[in-house]
């Protein structure tokens, strides 16, 4: 079954203390990204990943960091969480589209995070 | 400027009726892609409808359609025949260009009452 899949599902951290929210697919897509939504504000991209070893900032990339090291995962990095950073995260992974293709994003479940 | 704009923070239907969820759009760029997306309580996104913006005609997947209208740079979801499991938010999206990033609303949490 193609899926994007994230652990953890749920965390609960304090202040200071890093942590890494895993996201892995099974399809070989070459573009993964990651996104947090906030109540009022949608979903923000915040960084993605055009292909192994290739990442650039989303919009707000801010406190974070990723790697892609293998074409199927793309870590989320927190080295230093703070509480603005409570929110529900999504990874998100396609191929490249063609011009007749209507290829979608495929999200992960999305993990919710709680910074104390 | 926002780039997509949902006016419509939360809705409430009566089951069986019909619904629009608002969606406007701004870009310059020719080449764009605008999705739906449901996300229910249980937090996952589901994507539900696409349109091209050379789509001449409006896009349709069983009970949603899209009401397209290129020159005013809106993208209406509609959902036909509403049922209380369509309760949920619902995002609008937009990718521009070779860019492969999605640009999401606000959402509109909708709700459909018995």
């Known amino acids: 079954e193609a899926q994007v899949t994230q652990n953890p599902r749920y965390l609960i951290t304090v202040t200071g203390k890093k942590l890494t929210v895993t996201c892995s697919q099974n399809m070989n897509h070459e573009y993964m990204s990651w996104y947090r939504q906030d109540p009022g504000l949608g979903l923000r991209q915040i960084y993605y990943?055009?292909?192994?070893?290739?990442?650039d900032k989303g919009d707000v990339p801010e406190g974070y960091k990723v790697s892609r090291k293998e074409k199927r995962n793309f870590p989320l990095i927190l080295e230093s969480p703070s509480p603005n950073q409570t929110s529900l995260y999504f990874c998100?992974?396609?191929?490249?589209?063609?011009?007749?293709?209507?290829?979608?994003?495929?999200f992960g479940p999305g993990t919710r995070l709680t910074v104390l | 400027a926002q780039k997509i704009t949902q006016t419509q923070p939360g809705m409430f239907v009566q089951e069986k009726e019909a619904v629009t969820l608002d969606c406007t759009y701004d870009t310059s760029d020719p080449s764009y892609g605008l999705f739906w997306y449901k996300q229910p309580s249980s937090g996952e996104m589901i994507f539900l409808i696409y349109q091209g913006s050379y789509d001449q005609q409006n896009a349709t997947e069983g009970r949603y359609s899209l009401n397209f209208q290129k020159a005013r740079k809106s993208a209406n979801l509609v959902i036909s025949a509403s049922q209380l499991g369509d309760s949920a938010m619902y995002f609008c999206a937009m990718r521009e260009g070779g860019r492969e990033k999605l640009t999401f609303g606000t959402g509109t949490r909708l709700t459909i009452i018995p």
């Open positions: 990943s055009m292909n192994v070893e290739v990442t």
């Open positions: 998100a992974s396609n191929s490249f589209r063609t011009t007749t293709s209507t290829d979608t994003q495929y």
